[in-house]
């Protein structure tokens, strides 16, 4: 169950990669402990060693949101 204000997630399997859309209201969140590497620049580095990319930042609607587009791997 997703509170008001809580990000919501949205995942599709496409054919030849996935792709993680999280998109929040824009109201922000506690931050989590530092140094916990859970950052935009620790997302980007985890998701461009599978050869993907992170794309961030707001939407229109005052919101943020955070895509992650991965290739999978082709069947041997």
Same mark, same amino acid.
């Given at each position: 169950?997703?509170?008001? #204000?809580?990000?919501?997630? @949205?995942?599709? %399997? %496409? ?7 999280? *998109? @929040? @209201? ?14 935009? *620049? ?18 229109? @609607? #005052? #919101?943020?949101r955070?895509?992650? *587009?991965?290739? %999978?791997?082709?069947?041997?």
């Amino acid at each position: 169950m997703l509170l008001v #204000g809580e990000p919501v997630p @949205d995942v599709a %399997l %496409l054919a030849v990669r996935v792709v993680a859309v999280v *998109t @929040d @209201d824009g109201r922000g969140a506690a931050a989590g402990p530092p140094g916990g590497r859970r950052g935009l *620049t620790a997302m980007r580095e985890r998701v461009a060693a599978r050869g993907g990319v992170v794309e961030a930042g707001p939407v229109a @609607d #005052g #919101g943020w949101r955070v895509r992650a *587009t991965i290739p %999978l791997e082709e069947a041997s």
